[in-house]
């Protein structure tokens, strides 16, 4: 089921859904096409800081970086509607592995993002850590195949035999997974791998449809992403359920 749309503009966003009423058993997921963005960036200005403004106005600014840097600004915009602030009020540290809010704020609310070309995805909870990936797939051919230092021997075997469409789509579902978790969990991406070379319980390699599966304390769920990305959410606990709300440019 695709995600429901809604304008991104505060007061329209703020009066259209309940999303901004997160409870703790609930994890929101907010998608975007960052480029849709650009050409309607003077209303958008208003959760950036200075030196991100000069920056997006800096002709040398790649496009790569223009989108990092609207990345930023929407996940303060994102919080501001939790957090019942205006968006340059939300001061977020960036330095660290974990972005983390400053100042007195409600630091209940545990948040995540994702860049991945022209998408962004964001993940917001309550008193539960959360990560997020979207990853857009690409041809994985033999060498990108041995020579990823995250997969287990097994799951290497397993690729290898499927056909290059099926084989792209589930390496990128298992590397969203996996990335997710790694988020979630605050540390260094893993191999997991096992003894005897099998596949990782919490994320099947013939599962290839949505799913859902736990490890341990930690539940990662597929996303319905756009066509041609793989993206996976990673949250603590099994007693949450997800919400996907899909931001399109204010007219």
Known sequence: MKPPKCDLGYARIRNAISAVRLSSLDVHVWSVLLDDLFERGSTFTGALTATEIAWMERSVASLEQQRQIMTRGLLRFILSLYLEVVPAAVTIEFETRRPQLLGDFDKSLRFNSSTSESEAMFAVAR????????????????????????????????????????????????????????????????????????????APLSHLSFGRATVGRWTVQDIDAPAGYASALAAENDDWQMQHIRLVAAK
């Open 127 to 202: 008193n539960r850590e959360v990560g997020i990936e979207l990853a857009l797939q690409r041809e994985v051919d033999e060498e990108m195949l041995y020579s990823s230092a995250q997969l287990t021997p097994g799951e290497r075997n397993l690729l290898a035999l499927m056909p290059p469409g099926n084989r792209s789509t589930a390496f990128y579902r298992l590397q969203a997974r996996r990335c997710a978790l790694a988020k979630a969990k605050n540390a260094e991406l893993a191999m997991a791998a096992t003894a005897g070379g099998g596949v990782t319980h919490w």
